[in-house]
Nanobody
Framework: QVQLVESGGGLVQAGGSLRLSCAAS????????LGWFRQAPGKEREFVAA???????YYADSVKGRFTISRASVRDTWFLQMNSLNPEDTAVYYC????????????????????WGQGTQVTVSS
């Protein structure tokens, strides 16, 4: 059974930084897409960033230039480095994984991911 566990959330002042981690277990992953999404109160879950096994990365326009998605040297662990945070970034952040993605998979689409973590709260104060 695949499990994803996020960590690294917390409270930070505007302009600050946080690094989120996502660790996967339960299977050895070959081809995959790892995505980060967030959900603020009263809003739909939205795409933040994604990385493919090939190393290709994708970002929402709202975080481009401020957030960086990467994979750790430790297998099946990924990071989301978040800089220049602002109150609009406040949300629960989720990592999601699609193992052996179809060629038609969209990195930005919630329903295209099979596995999800429990989420970690990020709160940015003004």
């Amino acid at each position: 059974q695949v499990q994803l566990v996020e960590s690294g959330g917390g409270l930070v002042q505007a302009g600050g930084s946080l690094r989120l981690s996502c660790a996967a277990s339960g299977r050895t992953f070959g081809d995959y897409v790892l995505g980060w999404f967030r959900q603020a109160p009263g809003k739909e879950r939205e795409f933040v960033a994604a990385i493919r096994w090939s190393g290709s990365t994708y970002y929402a326009d709202s975080v481009k230039g401020r957030f960086t998605i990467s994979r750790a040297s430790v297998r099946d662990t990924w990071f989301l480095q978040m800089n220049s945070l602002n109150p609009e970034d406040t949300a629960v952040y989720y990592c999601a994984l699609e193992d052996a993605p179809l060629t038609t998979m969209s990195e930005t689409t919630v329903k295209d991911y099979d596995y999800w973590g429990q989420g970690t709260q990020v709160t940015v104060s003004s």
